[in-house]
């Protein structure tokens, strides 16, 4: 609960909790991890605030003369800064923004800056980031992100498997299914079931059921997942999956753009 | 200011009772629901007697007009608004200035809870519906905002409980209801920051003197602190298994 005494002493204090003196407290209604050196909360719910290297599925909803605007489940909107996607020679007198990306074009990004002054910069140079082509988007409380993709992709592994269908399942909560229509009806009533009932212990169990699989264990017993590695989901990596590259060479990292790394103060 | 004599006997009886057969430092039966609403991002609903409050949450979010828009933090905008059949006689929906008093003293029992500063040039908007009026209900729409902000997953450093107590009849008396409050001789909201003990929210209509003031303010602390307590449960309620997130407490 907000303002509940998580620990106190020398704990660091991690996600969903600030330190007041001696006290570590709680800024949401979840759950409390505490180690002995770590102490954070997981909450139930709450808006997708964005992290540095968050992979993220966002919607261009806009653009101007140097970046695209997308929409990532946020109450920020990501900036994709044209540089990134055609190139430091980037002119906007020779190239239009619309060739490469559209108003509407779903986009597999990675957030690579974020801080209180300004709002999340995106990019979509990397392995399996770009635009996607082709698929149904599905929106989920991102606070059930973990539970999702599940320990070690377990859950999202689970879901492939049982209906044959290809997943990209963003930190901000939207995932992207690829597969027959059929299909992807089952995948949404999966993803909707372990949205629903994200705290029963034998979740992995009731999704085989659902999607007619044979229910015997084998993985490692299922349990909320740790911070999932925030790269491509585990089910798009053993895939490979294939998404659509634009973006050519210029990594980021050589443009400059990338500001002081000030993490968002989520912890303040 | 009320009268005395006559009434006083109707107000507080011989037996010390008030007019609905509470005693002087009693409550009136409370329920909080939490998340009832789904459009909004966080919303919550309370019961505080006869006062049936709505309060709902959206946010953080992008602030239209631009130019309001804080640098290094959220706007956080209050409306608190009765409904034209929340009360006896039929209330014009247009915002009196007694409805302006009461969003702005509501923005400011919140904003010390909030953490605004986690989400800069955003505003979060909270709106808390009287359905049903009976007294006190600034003190039920701070609880009920309160609650509905948590559910929305905005960082807080704490919960905000609020409660009134008054002097009718020369008695102090804790969370008084309309009548109370119209035939009395003080009403004193306050709200507060449990778990830092810090108060939001202090205001006083009519006179106390000092010993009455000690008296109603603690009455008035403990009330809040009753509030606080069902505050918690219907959050938990929500994520652990009441239905609905319902908490009440029954007379």
């Known amino acids: ?268 | 200011m009320g009268k005395q004599g006559g009434d006083s006997s109707r107000l507080i009886n011989e037996q010390g009772l008030r007019l609905d057969g509470r005693r002087i430092d009693e409550l009136r039966p409370i329920k909080i629901q939490v998340g009832i609403l789904k459009n909004a991002d966080g919303s919550a609903f309370i019961q505080f007697g006869k006062n049936k409050i709505m309060a709902a949450v959206y946010g953080p979010k992008e602030v239209h007009p631009k130019h309001s828009a804080l640098p290094n933090r959220s706007v956080l905008r209050c409306r608190y608004h009765m409904s034209p059949f929340s009360t006896e006689e039929r209330k014009n929906p247009a915002p009196s200035r007694r409805e302006i008093e009461i969003s702005k003293v509501i923005r400011e029992a919140l904003e010390p809870a909030l953490m605004l500063e986690d989400y800069p040039r955003t505003a979060i908007d909270v709106f808390v519906e009287v359905l049903q009026s009976d007294g006190g209900s600034r003190c039920a729409g701070i609880s009920a905002a309160s609650v509905a902000l948590a559910d929305a997953g905005i960082n807080m450093r704490d919960l905000v409980a609020a409660c009134a107590a008054g002097k009718v009849a020369g008695q102090v008396v804790l969370d008084i209801d309309d009548t109370e409050d119209k035939e009395g001789q003080a009403d004193l909201p306050i709200a507060l920051m449990p778990m830092s003990n810090q108060i939001t929210l202090l205001q006083l209509d009519g006179q106390l003197n000092d010993e009455e003031f000690g008296k109603a303010f603690s009455y008035a602390l403990e009330g809040c602190k009753t509030v606080y307590r069902l505050q918690r449960e219907a959050l938990i309620g929500k994520y652990f298994g009441h239905e609905d997130g319902v908490k009440e407490i029954e007379q």
């Not at chain 1, 995948?187 to 009731?206: C, F, M, N, P």
């Not at chain 1, 999704?207 to 490692?220: I, K, S, W």
């Open chain 1, 1 to 268: 609960m907000p303002g509940e005494v998580v620990a106190r002493g020398n704990v660091r204090a991690d996600l969903n909790v600030v330190r007041s003196g001696d006290k570590v407290i709680s800024t949401r209604v979840g759950m409390a991890e505490i180690s002995h050196d770590v102490a954070r909360v997981v909450p139930f719910s709450g808006p997708y605030i964005p992290r540095i290297d968050d992979l993220v599925v966002a919607k261009i909803i806009d653009y101007s003369a140097f970046a695209w605007e997308a929409d990532m489940n946020s109450c920020f909107f990501g900036i994709l800064p044209a540089q990134s996607v055609f190139g430091r020679d980037y002119s906007p007198a020779k190239d239009s923004l619309t060739d490469k990306l559209q108003v509407g074009d779903m986009i597999a990004a990675k957030v690579i800056a974020f801080d209180r002054t300004r709002d999340p910069l995106l990019s979509i140079s990397g392995p399996g980031l770009g635009r996607i082509p082709r698929g149904q988007v599905v929106k989920i409380s991102p606070a059930k992100v973990p539970r999702l993709i599940g320990k070690k992709g377990s859950m999202i592994k689970t879901i492939e498997a049982g209906t044959k269908c290809r997943m990209l399942i963003g930190q901000n909560g939207m995932v992207v299914i690829v597969g027959s229509p059929d299909d992807t009806l089952r995948a949404i009533k999966a993803i909707t079931l372990v949205e629903e009932e994200a705290h029963s212990a034998d979740l992995t169990e009731r999704v085989q059921r659902l999607l007619g699989m044979d229910t015997t264990p084998q993985a490692p017993q299922e349990g909320v997942a740790d911070e999932p590695v925030p790269q491509a989901s585990a089910g798009e990596n053993a895939e490979g999956t294939p998404l659509e590259q634009d973006s050519p060479h210029n990594p980021v990292e050589e443009e400059g753009q990338v500001p002081s790394p000030a993490h968002p103060d989520q912890t303040s």
